[in-house]
């Protein structure tokens, strides 16, 4: 069957194909991905503005999907007119996106429903306006083509894109530990067997790809600054500044890194700007090392622990080179018997293929949404606790 899948809870406009089969394990290969970014908007302001964010999804949902389609060769040909009760529910759907609404009526209205057999879309956690815009696009296309609806969650998408590929069940084996390291969240979950989760652990303040973007404007680097940090990094030495690394010692599974950031603050602000300059890379590197060593350590406990088969590890930081190739020695030194799974770099950072992965997963099982009351839940938690 095929997935549609809808990803605005943050800066990208995204939209993705899957085709999916099989209830338990599933095998999904992706048909189309596509994505608009915003970054160069958000860049001047630093960060994601959340307003900025839900306009420029108004304006880029309609063209990435019609792409998208054009991807899977849907046909493409006018349709007979649409009910009047069905034009009004879109219009009350669509009643704070005027844009939106306008390129709905001309572009999408007159299309013969395409090829999909399920729409999956973010409704949580993320930006609230930014959320919104997809899933009221989701819902609007849902009651256009009756076609049905599945909400989703962010994180666990992160996780979920860990499954994209025909071969799942070889490289996924339960109970398995998924560390999600993005912008906004930073998680231990254990997954004692698919689509069950528990919370072991999270960032008690920022976030390790907030950390990568604070760190990056106080080195006088752009937004976002994972990947800033981490190409200057690679011309610098991880121990030339002995950044802090706090949580090590706890016994929980939780992270800080708002006292790494205040360390790299401290060190910055006694610098001269040329002192600065000369010393970038070697900032960059021992910072990044600083993050990468708390990771790998809190991961490798919680393994160990819970006697995992298989580590996972998804968000935008779970692209970082670095990152990806330490936690994975480390888990073939110290848990040789344990597998090691990270998506390609490109489905760790927010895509909309990871989002039809969760959802076809879970509509596998039966689960649906109703596109008259699925709503945005800006602070979502992917499992209680534990
Ligand atoms: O998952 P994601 O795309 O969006 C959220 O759900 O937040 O994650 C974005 C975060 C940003 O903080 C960005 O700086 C960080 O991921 N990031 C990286 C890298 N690429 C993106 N951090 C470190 N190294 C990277 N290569
Ligand atoms: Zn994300």
Same mark, same amino acid.
């Given at each position: 069957m095929k997935i549609l899948g809808i990803e605005t809870s943050c800066d990208e406009t995204a939209i993705a194909v899957l085709e999916g089969s099989g209830t338990g394990y599933p095998h999904l290969r992706i048909l189309a991905d596509e994505i608009s970014t915003q970054i160069e908007i958000h860049r001047e302001y630093g960060g994601v503005v959340p307003n900025l964010a839900k306009r420029e999804h108004g304006r880029n949902l309609v063209p990435v999907f019609l792409r998208t389609l054009k991807k899977i060769e849907s046909k493409t040909k006018k349709t007979k007119q649409i009910q009047n009760s069905k034009s009004e529910a879109i219009k009350k759907i669509f009643e704070r996106e005027d844009e939106l609404l306008k390129q709905f009526e001309k572009e999408i209205l007159p299309l013969e429903k395409p090829d999909l057999d399920v729409i999956a879309v973010t409704? *949580?956690? *993320?930006l609230e306006p930014a959320l919104w815009v997809g899933i009221n696009f989701a819902r609007a296309l849902s009651l256009l083509w009756d076609i049905p609806l599945i909400g989703v969650d962010h994180m666990e998408g992160h996780i979920s894109a /860990?499954?994209? $590929?025909? @071969?799942s069940e070889q490289k996924i084996q339960f109970p398995a530990l998924a560390l999600t390291v993005s912008g906004g969240h930073t998680q231990l979950v254990l997954m004692p067997k698919l689509l069950e989760y528990k919370l072991l652990g999270e960032t008690l303040d920022d976030a390790a790809g907030e950390a990568f973007d604070k760190v990056a404007r106080l080195l006088g680097?752009?937004?976002?600054g994972g990947p800033e940090i981490a190409r200057v990094a690679?011309? $610098?030495?991880? @121990?030339?500044f002995d950044f802090p690394r706090p949580v090590l010692t706890s016994k929980d599974y939780n992270f800080s890194f708002s006292g790494l950031k205040t360390a790299v603050l401290y060190t910055v602000r006694e610098m001269s700007e040329n002192e600065l300059k000369k010393k970038t890379a070697d900032l960059a590197a021992s910072f990044q090392q600083a993050v990468i060593d708390v990771l790998i350590s809190k991961t490798l406990r919680a393994a160990k622990e819970f006697g995992v088969k298989t580590i996972v590890m998804g968000g935008g930081?779970?692209?970082n080179a670095e990152l990806r190739q330490q936690l994975r020695q480390a888990v073939e030194k110290n848990i040789p018997d344990s597998k090691f799974q990270i998506p390609d770099s490109n489905l760790c950072t927010d895509n909309a293929a990871m989002i039809a992965a969760a959802g076809y997963m879970h509509f596998a099982q039966g689960e649906r949404s109703d596109w008259k009351t699925l709503t945005a839940d800006? /602070?979502?938690?992917?499992a209680e606790r534990v």
């Open positions: 409704c *949580g956690p *993320g /860990n499954f994209i $590929g025909e @071969d680097l752009p937004y976002p690679q011309d $610098g030495k991880t @121990d030339a930081v779970a692209a800006a /602070n979502k938690i992917i």
